[in-house]
């Protein structure tokens, strides 16, 4: 496996503009305004790597940070509040949504990355912590909690390593070299599939979950996770906001996005579909299975072929 680094501290790889050295230079992430948050070392290096590129030539970018999918200020949980609590208000971190909702006539309390502590959910078997990535708490004219939602966001994992790749772009000519790094495709069905049916699950029951739990990621983590779960017609999309539905907004680069020097690469929503907790959870169990004894034809090839 053999990759490259596609953005580097939010600019692409071939972008030299002084925004975009200044940024590697200071590890600053432009997303959030902050330093990079993927520290490499004890040292205090930072990755710096946003989206990865396989070495094939028909491999497209895929997202690897999740701190990429907060540009323009968190413009994708404005969107998800305004999709779910189907008007635009303003967004706060936690309890300081309450005193502007007074003010507003409604805002949204953001529980989340940087916003509001995390909110954690309880044990499962009393084993190991699950945490929501975020929630939209809708606080009405009165500053009372009227409805809410959760956000789970996945980017890809990575395997291997990138270090050549880094290496080479932290120098003034930004010149572009190949390394190992690789994507964790497998994570998408052991990991992440089975802690939506359990987040989803839990929220089916939370009387003031009217609308479902809401799943973000870039498009490629969306089809192979969707590729993984039997398809659409395993899926059965097009269920309306309820309680136990589960919500895919594919959130990628801009079809027609282009990035002058000094910018960045433009988000937007790529595709939305509804299913619900129950669909996701039955189309998971039914996994195809290959045709009988092919455990028994590789044994009988590993023994016996002349090969």
């Known amino acids: 496996m053999a990759g490259y680094i596609h953005e580097f501290f939010g600019y692409r790889f071939d972008d030299r503009s002084d925004a975009a050295l200044e940024a590697a230079a200071k590890q600053w992430c432009p997303f959030i305004n902050e330093q990079c948050t993927k520290a490499l070392s004890r040292d205090g290096e930072r990755s710096g790597a946003c989206t990865i ?86 606080i009405d004219e009165h500053g009372k909690l009227a409805e809410f939602t959760s956000v789970e966001v996945q980017t890809i994992d990575t395997t291997g390593n990138y270090r050549d790749s880094r290496s080479a772009l932290l120098k003034p000519e930004r010149s572009i070299a190949k390394s190992t790094v690789g994507l964790n495709w497998e994570n998408v069905s052991k990991r992440i599939i089975p802690q939506l049916i359990y987040k989803g699950q839990i929220l089916q029951r939370e009387s003031l979950c009217r609308s479902g739990l809401w799943f973000v990621s870039p498009t490629p983590i969306y089809e192979r996770l969707l590729t993984r779960l039997g398809g659409h017609e395993n899926l059965d999309f097009g269920y309306a906001p309820q309680p136990g539905a589960l919500h895919f907004l594919r959130y990628d680069f801009a079809l027609d996005g282009q990035a002058s020097p000094g910018s960045t690469l433009p988000l937007e929503v790529t595709g939305y579909d509804c299913t619900t907790v129950e669909r996701v959870q039955g189309a998971f169990n039914r996994v195809r299975l290959p045709e009988p004894d092919v455990y028994g034809s590789s044994l009988e090839s590993a023994l016996y072929s002349m090969r």
């Open 53 to 138: 590129r396989q070495a094939s030539s028909s491999a497209t970018p895929v997202i690897c940070c999740p701190q990429r999918l907060y540009a323009e200020d968190y413009r994708v949980l404005q969107i998800i509040a305004e999709k779910t609590f189907n008007r635009r208000m303003s967004l706060y971190p936690g309890r300081r949504a309450i005193a502007h909702a007074r003010e507003e006539g409604g805002t949204v309390a953001v529980f989340g990355h940087r916003w509001g502590k995390e909110l954690k959910l309880p044990k499962r078997d009393g084993v190991g912590n699950y945490f929501a990535d975020w929630v939209l708490a809708r």
